[in-house]
């Protein structure tokens, strides 16, 4: 079946810009993860959805950053007013159940100049 | 926050040697995840090895933990080229099924 996708797979834009980062979780995965991997890094949690729950938004690093996730399924994260320190792969992950492992996406690789 | 450490953080190998990591962790876990990320893209999931689990094997893939010294290990047998990758551990402490992952370990296995 078809796995986690994301789009765009690569996204260079100008200080100051405003990006969106789109993520297709599997079908029926109910929990969807966003992390930021910064080059030669681990991942970073930024936010955390769980079905209809309130979504864990501790991890994100700014007022800047937001995700929305509609309908269960597909997410949204969003970055206003980029700065060259938000440029990271920016990875997407999905998981059918409370416990066990994530599916993640192939990411995508953001580049603020 | 981050809490699982890789050491070492880099391995180079020959082709059909082993290849062992090492990570450790701070606080109580429900279980542990290791990873593998190719060309710095999207992570694949290896193996899982619970809090009440001391070894598991999967493939040509062996994991041990360790719950009183915080740590485990992932040994790679025979490894091959294709092996060649970033080997990430995380750990999930069952509370808000979030995972905190270390920084990661890059092996070179060489043909």
């Known amino acids: 079946g078809a796995g986690v996708s994301q789009s765009p797979s690569n996204k260079v834009t100008e200080k100051g810009k405003d990006v969106e980062l789109r993520c297709d979780p599997i079908?029926?995965?109910?929990?969807l993860y966003w992390y930021r991997q910064s080059l030669g890094q681990g991942l970073e949690f930024l936010i955390y959805?769980?079905?209809?729950?309130?979504?864990?938004k501790s991890g994100l690093p700014s007022d800047r950053f937001s995700a929305e996730r509609t309908g269960g399924s597909v997410s949204t994260l969003t970055i206003q007013r980029t700065q060259q320190e938000d440029s990271a792969v920016y990875l997407c992950?999905?998981?059918?159940?409370?416990?066990?492992?994530?599916?993640f996406g192939p990411g995508t690789r953001l580049t603020v100049t | 926050s981050q809490q699982g450490e890789e050491d070492p953080q880099a391995l180079s190998i020959q082709e059909g040697e082993n290849a062992t990591m090492n990570c450790s962790y701070k606080?109580?876990?429900?279980?542990l995840q290791w990873y593998r990320q190719n060309s710095g893209r999207g992570l694949v999931h290896l193996i899982l090895?619970?809090?009440?689990?001391r070894e598991k094997h999967s493939g040509r893939l062996r994991v041990t933990l360790d719950t009183s010294k915080k740590s485990s290990s992932l040994l790679i047998t025979a490894s091959r080229a294709a092996d060649t990758a970033s080997y990430f551990c995380?750990?999930?402490?069952?509370?808000?099924?979030?995972?905190?992952f270390g920084k990661g370990n890059q092996v070179v296995v060489i043909p």
């Open positions: 090895i619970r809090s009440n689990e």
């Open positions: 606080t109580s876990i429900n279980n």
């Open positions: 995380a750990t999930d402490n069952g509370g808000n099924n979030r995972l905190a």
């Open positions: 992950a999905s998981k059918p159940r409370l416990e066990g492992e994530q599916y």
């Open positions: 079908s029926g995965h109910t929990a």
């Open positions: 959805f769980q079905g209809n729950s309130a979504p864990d």
